[in-house]
Nanobody, 115 residues
């Protein structure tokens, strides 16, 4: 069983920065794909960013140039560095880990950006 443990969420002023972390425990091997999604009130859950084991990254247009995803394959941990935060970034952020046959989701962490 794999558990995703998230940390780093909180309240920040517009223009500030936050760093989210998500550690996947319970597996010897690294996930094929890890990433971050977010869901704002009244909105569908949307992809923020993903990263493969080879380091290939993907970003939503709304966060390109502001967010940076990275991972530590040895520790099976994914990070999301969020800079120049905007109020529209306010959402619950979810960590996701894809293995060959199973996908795991974190419980979500609240990110609130004040204007």
């Amino acid at each position: 069983q794999v558990q995703l443990v998230e940390s780093g969420g909180g309240l920040v002023q517009a223009g500030g920065s936050l760093r989210l972390s998500c550690a996947a425990s319970g597996s010897i091997f690294s996930a094929n794909l890890m990433g971050w999604y977010r869901q704002a009130p009244g909105k569908q859950r949307e992809l923020v960013s993903t990263i493969t084991t080879r380091g290939s990254t993907n970003y939503a247009d709304s966060v390109k140039g502001r967010f940076t995803i990275s991972r530590d394959n040895g520790e099976n941990t994914v990070y999301l560095q969020m800079n120049s935060l905007k109020p529209e970034d306010t959402a619950v952020y979810y960590c996701k880990a894809n293995y060959q046959f199973t996908t795991y989701w974190g419980q979500g962490t609240q990110v609130t950006v004040s204007s």
